[in-house]
């Protein structure tokens, strides 16, 4: 889609907005015209098309965004993860000219699972800091916990260095998000996010420190 094409449907084309039309030309027709109508806001449909993903994840962007009252930083962070999402056919009893209408992805699995692998990051990283802190490690003490408030101020710092990296690192091809994408495929009613980190939280810290070296 072209710039008067983007023009007709309302776009402005001025410098400040050249980035937002060119993100918005990679929606699908549909998000297009709801963001063109207001129906969808236009900077989260503009961080939407940024991520150029298939047409059935983005909608299942643009599903979240209007059902969790998303903001466009919010849309954002969820479109780099739709990058790396993978649609899932549905094939199985499927009229001719049907499948793309019954296929879905991964993407709310993989939301879910990198949305608890950060709160488990920041809450090791508040239960270090309790150690670490002089004050607070003798109050522990005296409550008869045995506190080692030096190797709690190491370890809080390899863990805020973890924390500070894995958004950045999982958001390229490799190992860590392979292995955060075989962890979301594990998500079940019974299994839920938060589980399956706690089940291989090691495994996690070791892809995270193996990429920052």
Known sequence: ???EELAAYGVPRDGRT???ALELA???PDLFEAAAIGRLPLEVAAAI???RAPDT???QLAQLALRNDWTAAKA???AEIARLAYLRPFTQNCLPGCEDLLESS???PLLEIRAAIRARLRSEIRDLSAAALPKRASVLAAAGNVIDAEGSRQARAKVQTSAAYFGELVNHPGPLADLVGLLAGEITTKRP???IVSENLGLLRESIAALIG
Request: charged content about 25%.
């Open 1 to 3: 889609m072209g710039p």
């Open 49 to 51: 098309g940024s991520s």
């Open 57 to 59: 994840i983005q909608r």
């Open 26 to 28: 990679h929606l699908p």
């Open 106 to 108: 991964d993407l709310e």
């Open 18 to 20: 050249t980035r937002t």
């Open 193 to 195: 996010a938060s589980v």
């Open 76 to 78: 954002r962070e969820a």
